[in-house]
């Protein structure tokens, strides 16, 4: 290193001594020590040469040292610039905080308006996670899949299996690392107060398929699974817990359900649970075995679950599912139907969630960072006014020299400080939200075990908090410290008036939050008008006055037609005896509830057959319960008992299609779950029926059904149901819905004893209750929501830019009024001037809602995504508060004391 | 550095030298070095090699701040500094020092065992 003095020059800036001064720093020091060396050697008589041998003698090894020296400087160097970066730093936040507190509100507001953001956008990603992204509670989730059954031309598929088609998929497929099926089973536990258990029964690839083993006791053994095998079962760690005390001793011991009785062999972990947010807890297992009947059943019910080897190609299953189809089909050619295309794989997300939940949660958070824009546009126009004010500030640190970087990162930690706070109020914030979220979900969301707060969304929550920050306060710091010292610093505390650049910003910012404003009114706006007109939905049946009862399980004894009829008839008999009672029914599935499926072939015509269709029982008191008018025909009659001829009530598509321009009347049909070629009928058959009535088409399974589905009508005594016989439900029509539930328990009570509460259910409760109806009740009031913050939002930037200008031009203001103009004037001037930029991005909004409301299409009902009533609705609802907006402050300008300003001067 | 006993125990010795030499005043390491070996009559040898080490290390812990400056001769050197913190650490190694020639004073004056 040369002779100049960089090490002091530096030391006096504070310049860190760079990699490159190390060295020299370190060689100029040696070097001196050895010059010193010599110097002294020679001057006491040595020789040069001498005195250079003997200095390096005593020196030693130069490189080394050199080295060592060298090491401990540079790591001295980067402690101390670490040391002192961490200093400015922390001085730099206790700055921004101290700041921060001397003016509470503008802190408090910019906190609000951001929790208000970051928690909206944090509850709904909550939600998208956990539903959508990582909704699996298994180890290793991308490796587990679901097995449905899926059939050509409909698109339509079963989410589950035959137990044989299982048995074949389970032995013939090679991709899997354990398939297991599982069906529900309940029971009324014994001794402890007849509390209702739910259970799953499971085959034994089950546990590896979950990667879950009992923490005490051990899963099933093989013979377990034998037909004549042992009753055994295994607790979840919640039953564990409040029915046996937590003690490990309980294995051995008998769990008695109902009238069986099962040894306990084991205790899941507390962890275990099943992704399927709609099962209510699984509180026990036992094994599934498959009787010779159930072979039998082509019956997709069963729940079918497998974990999928490592590395298996989406083709290669593809190929391997094809495979096996082709060895069923030639293995059981009866139980094929033509229309089969065989099993396929599905993801828990396509089989429970389903692309409509999904696309709707993106739909949400898109709306909520929508909304989030917004609270940053909002913060980001109020840091920069703020700024703006404190340029004098600026200009004096700046002429102290201090950087614009130095600045601008003082401004950036004063906004991360702020979007820290509102981060850390709205994780708690958020997760309060996500339970109202699911609760208004009616749990058909997510499972409760999924409320907790969780990695993944506090990752979420920070980043974005993070990044709205930074944002924010780069968009304020930059303009304003782009900054003429001289006039700043000239003149003086009042600031100067805006300038042009500044009005543009301010301007754009308006533009954009009513543009977004407008986008998410418009959201808002087509669900409402679709759920308005969802409402007004004629069903083709009454809803009003109508309660229902239905029996959620049936006690023993009810496995023949014939004792299910004459308890049925035994409730219709008390119901009707009450007075108050207009009418009363029974069906096997109550409207809006569930269907059941079948096929039919037209008789003496073995080739004309028909899948999918509706299938219900009622008996005669149904279709004048609900008003469901006959077209042709006749309604059922007591007299269409089992042993009169069977008869059968159709829908007017059904007759359509068969008969077209006909009268179905008198045509016969034969319904039954095996059908197929006559020759190939199995099992237990549906009689010939002689068509007696047609009925209007209904929207009985959705509110929003676009096409009729054909359904067939069958009287519940002569009835021969598509899968295990069950108790009916009951409808009644009365004045007054206490009346009819009072009249609907206790003659359900009087007919059997043994069933103690049915499920209660108005019509109106049943469609509000109804998948249709709650999904888009679900968004609206979501969306709902959104559109009202937004607007406020913009409301509330509207104002502060126009109340900004306002006082800014104070003066301006007053020399105009002390000049003659009115205050109508002023006001017309200053709002026409807020309102420009309003005006813009409405049609920006308008723009950009017609080019997403695309995206909402499939929640909307009977109303096109591009609306013209909806849309200028929502315009003029937005036109209208951006006018208050500013017409409020604009006002205020105009109070008071023209002259006092210009007299302040 | 291979942190052999007797090595410890100098480099010990050795900071508490250079601590004490730059107590009188500031000064660049031949100086220091110049200074011990005048005061013990040459009788200790510090090892060269050992001292930029060493008072490098005594800057990085704070005991010693370095600056560049001129000789009397107007060459410029490095000279090295007492920092306060170096004041205290002085007074602790002396008094452990001190005990130190105390306790092994005390077992070579000894006569003998008793028991």
Redesign the interface.
Known sequence: MSAVDWRGIRRAFRIPLGWVGVKADVDAELDFHIQGRIDELMSRGMSREDAESETHRLFGDYARIESEVEGIDRKMIRRRSLAERAGTLWSDISYAARTLARQPMFAGVVIVTLTLGIGATSAIFHVVDRVVLHPLPYPEPERVVYLGWSWVGKGDYAGALSPRKFLFWHDQSHIFDGLAASGGIGGTLDGADGATVQGLRVTEDFFRVVRAQPIHGRAFSKDEFAADGPQVAILSYALWTTHFGADPRVIGRVLRLDDRAYTIIGIMPASFELAEASASPVQFLVPLRFTEEDLADTGNNYSVMGRLQPGVSESRSTQDMALVFARYRAAFPNLVEKSDVGARLFTYQSLFVGGDQERLLWILLAATLFVLLLACANVGNLMLARALSRQREFAVRTALGSGRARIVRQVVIEALLLGVASAAIASVVSLGAVRALTALAHGGLMRSTQLAVDQRALWFTTVIAVAASVGIGVAAAVPATRINLARSLAEGARGGSPSRRQRGLRNTLITTESAIAMVLLAGAGLLIASFAKLRAVDPGFARAGIVTASIVRAPAGYDSAAAVIEFERRVLERLRATPDIASAGATSSLPLVRGWNTVMTLDGNVEATEGGLEWRAIDAGYLPTFGIQLLRGRNFTDADTRAAPAVVIVSKSFADRWWPGEDPLGHRIRIGRYAGKAGRRAGPGDPVREIVGVVPDLKDLALDQSRPRHTVWVPQAQQVPPGRISLPAFAVRAPEARIAANALRSAIKDADPRIDVPEIATMSDIMESSASYQRRWFTLVLMALFAAIALGLTSVGIYGVVAYSVARRVHEIGVRMALGARPGNVIRLVVLQGMRPVVVGLVVGLAGSLALSRALAKMLFGVSPHDPRTLLAVAAVLTASALLASYLPARRATRGDPLAAPRAE | ?PAAPELDLIRGTLDLLLLKTLSWGPM???AAL?WIERTTNQKLQV???AL??AL??L??KGWLDA??GHTDRG????FYRLTAAGRRQLASELSKWAHYTEAVGLIIAAKGVRS
């Open positions: 550095m660049h390491g031949l110049q090892e060269e090699g930029y080490p490098h290390r800057e990085e600056e560049w060459r410029r050197a490095k």
